[in-house]
């Protein structure tokens, strides 16, 4: 497994802008597929987006398409989210996650994912 820290959270007003960071610890961080979840108060958390091995597959959340962009540094061991128009049903805890294989839309959830970040706060607000 991988450690995982995420940083870059904050507070930022409807249509701002914000880039995430997940470091990872480990020589193998350019194996695994990496992903943002995020969790509002008194939600579920759900997937946002995520990214393979090398980049070459990326996946995201309907309500984030277009608005978000997932990439990942594998000679920092480091992915990111950048996050643009921003509005106040993003507010959550966003989460970087690891698994060491790419899978299906389908099975892309909370239970794919063995490796957590403690997660970071983004809030939304004007």
């Known amino acids: 497994q991988v450690q995982l820290v995420e940083s870059g959270g904050g507070l930022v007003q409807p249509g701002g802008s914000l880039r995430l960071s997940c470091a990872a610890s480990?020589?193998?961080?350019?194996?695994?597929?990496m992903a943002w979840f995020r969790q509002a108060p008194g939600k579920e958390r759900e997937f946002v987006a995520a990214?393979?091995?090398?980049?070459?597959?990326?996946l995201y959340a309907d309500s984030v398409k277009g608005r978000f962009t997932i990439s990942r540094e594998n000679a920092k061991n480091t992915v990111y989210l950048q996050m643009n128009s921003l509005n106040p049903e993003d507010t959550a805890v966003y989460y970087c996650?690891?698994?060491?294989?790419?899978?299906?839309?389908?099975?892309?959830?909370?239970?794919?994912?063995?490796?957590w970040g403690q997660g970071t706060q983004v809030t939304v607000s004007s």
């Open positions: 996650a690891a698994r060491r294989y790419w899978t299906t839309a389908q099975t892309m959830g909370v239970s794919a994912f063995g490796s």
């Open positions: 990214i393979n091995a090398n980049g070459g597959s990326i």
């Open positions: 480990g020589r193998t961080f350019n194996s695994y597929t």
